[in-house]
């Protein structure tokens, strides 16, 4: 079984990677939240008992993860079809943590209207590569070309 936190540090890890993202404590409770323009898109506590991420993700993705994975759960403390709760342990591992953080980014900056989203043109290059690499995962996982348009 994976340490307990190494759910947390991996999401945590991830986020820390995308553009325009900010990380504030919340004293009540003991919460972590992870915002791109001021839009939640990660928690992270360990409330429930146990050390726990919550990442937004698409209704009908959530419930396949939540069939398909039994350390993924309904949002603890949220909207139980918008949001879902990665347990520590299992086959939960980084690469699919940190899919699931940049979808749930993803599904936030995608609702964002324009002048709020984060500028590519002011991106430092680790954070241009994140973010381009994130939006053709997307294109893929979408069934749509493997590479950009020439």
């Known amino acids: 079984m994976v340490h307990d936190i190494t759910v947390q540090e991996w ?40 050390p726990v991420v919550i990442l937004k ?4 993705d959530a419930l396949a993860l939540r069939e398909a994975h039994s350390d993924i759960t309904a949002g603890y403390h949220m909207n139980k079809v918008h949001w879902i709760t990665v347990h520590p342990g299992g086959a939960v591992d980084a690469e699919l943590v940190g899919d699931l953080v940049n ?4 599904l936030v900056v995608e609702a964002l209207p324009q002048a709020q989203r984060p500028p590519v043109a002011a991106m430092n290059g680790r954070e241009r590569k994140a973010f381009v690499h994130d939006v053709l995962a997307a294109v893929r996982f979408a069934g749509g070309p493997a590479q950009p348009p020439a």
């Not at 820390?16 to 791109?36: I, N």
């Not at 979808?103 to 993803?106: A, E, G, H, T, V």
């Open 103 to 106: 979808d749930s980014y993803r």
């Open 57 to 60: 993700a698409d209704p009908a």
């Open 11 to 50: 999401a945590a890890a991830r986020a820390a990677e995308l553009p325009s993202v900010e990380r504030s404590h919340q004293s009540t409770g003991d919460w972590e939240v992870w915002k791109v323009s001021g839009k939640v898109f990660m928690l992270q506590t360990a409330m429930p008992g146990e």
